[in-house]
């Protein structure tokens, strides 16, 4: 299959191409529709909303939602554990559902009856995949939604689907082989785990091989990491963005350029403390509002970090995108509106081998956020020695941020000493 034909088409042309206002229009309609259902339906959602002090006649529209609060993964486990098996969440008896999974949490995700369920196909099709596909589908099939969730969106598209799961490689080549495999849906560094099995029994993958695209999820892709899989089979490999409670969120295009927000939800991006709305280019965290009558999560709050783009996208869909998923809310610091990361700091310390252990306080001085970097060493440099302006330099270009630095004795951290201690407090 050529290139433009992998590139061109959409899987709902009329809905991934609307205008402002039609996008708009069709997030209102749904959301207005959901709130009067789930209210009248899940005795968890009648109870956010009575907590609230909101009726559903409130909710007509995207910019009522913030009269609601987000419930978390935490909050989700918790409610399941205290009205299980579902939280009050469900709308159907639980013997009407297709499929019930369990996933770490633990947290019961259920599968309703309504075709693709988790809305994966407008994302595979984005990347690229087609009818006839052959498709390796190498997510575990057992427990957790994965392998199952991906299947039913490949077969919805068309694609002929091989349930491979997790693991053997050498089969998983074999088979690659054998059925002239086009597809592989996974994780990126599982592929490229295959392509070094092929090349090891001497095969070629770029010739004996016939994978032409890749959907890849459920770990941070960087470039390095998809530039060598795409160059070892020479083929396009894009990735997604979802969770198992709510399916596909984001997907990425034939340009690449970020994940297209899926048409099944209504994606926003909140402070994740004060869950003020953010707008473009401005980093928080992912809350989803899934249009599924079945298991209605209103303000889902996937603990993911991100942000997003309205800039237009060449290949015509018009959803927002997000930038990149920058990690998890309960391993950074917000500071001065920058995401402070424990493993980027850390990336910026390693530079320097005469710090020997460190870490980041963060106060707030007249209402303005203050970031103090402590450095373990067994001798501080003297007053005006370079080391004191490379460190802060490399500091403010690696997390954007201005550091005080204070140096301390050997000894002061421990191996339970806290990477980021937060000291400032807020007025509730
Ligand atoms: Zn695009």
């Known amino acids: 299959m050529t290139a433009s034909t992998r590139s061109s088409g959409y899987y709902n042309r009329e809905r991934e191409t609307a205008s402002p206002e039609g996008w708009r229009s069709y997030h209102d309609r749904q959301i207005k529709s959901l709130a009067e259902q789930a209210y009248k339906m899940a005795p968890a959602i009648t109870d956010l909303f009575d907590r609230a002090g909101v009726k559903p006649a409130d909710i007509t529209s995207v910019d009522d939602l913030k009269l609601l609060p987000a419930t978390t993964k935490t909050d989700l486990a918790r409610l399941q554990a205290e009205n299980p098996p579902f939280g009050g969440f469900l709308t159907v008896p639980v013997n009407q559902l297709k499929r019930i999974f369990m996933s770490p949490g633990p947290i019961y995700d259920p599968q309703g009856q309504t075709n693709e369920f988790w809305g994966w196909a407008e994302g595979f099709y984005a990347s690229g995949f087609r009818p006839r596909d052959v498709v390796i589908n ?41 059925m002239g495999v086009t597809g592989f849906v996974g994780m990126a560094s599982f592929l490229r785990k295959i392509g070094q099995t092929a090349i090891a029994e001497g095969l070629d993958p770029r010739k004996d091989l016939a994978l032409e695209i890749g959907y890849v999820a459920a770990e941070i892709l960087t470039d390095a990491l998809r530039g060598e899989v795409e160059e070892m089979f020479g083929m396009r490999l894009r990735q997604g963005y979802g969770t198992a409670d709510c399916g596909c969120l984001a997907y990425e295009c034939s340009e690449r350029n970020g994940m297209h927000f899926t048409s099944n939800a209504y994606i926003e991006i909140l402070d994740p403390r004060t869950r003020e709305v953010m707008g473009p280019g401005e980093p928080g965290e992912v809350v989803v509002t899934l249009f599924n009558s079945t298991y209605p ?111 301390i004795t050997p000894g002061t951290l421990t191996e339970k000493s806290e990477l980021i201690v937060d000291e400032r407090v807020w007025d509730q």
Do not use: W
């Open 138 to 178: 190498t997510f575990g099939y057992q427990m957790t939604p994965a392998g199952l969730m991906f299947e039913e969106s490949l077969l919805d598209i068309g694609c002929c689907v091989i349930p491979t799961g997790v693991g053997n490689s050498e089969t998983q080549v074999k088979i690659m082989k054998d």
């Open 297 to 407: 999560l209103i303000r889902f709050a996937t603990g993911d970090l991100s942000a997003f783009t309205t800039e237009a996208c060449a290949c015509g869909r018009t959803a927002p995108r997000l930038t990149k998923i920058m990690g998890r809310v309960d391993q950074v610091t917000k500071v001065k509106g920058m995401f402070v990361h424990p493993q980027q700091a850390s990336a910026v310390i390693a530079k320097f081998p005469q710090v020997e252990k460190f870490q980041i306080v963060v106060t707030r001085v007249n209402e303005i956020d203050k970031l103090t970097f402590k450095l373990e060493m067994a001798q501080a440099p003297a007053t005006g020695d370079p080391f004191y302006g490379e460190i802060a330099g490399a500091i403010q270009e690696g997390i954007k941020l201005r550091p005080e630095l204070e140096i």
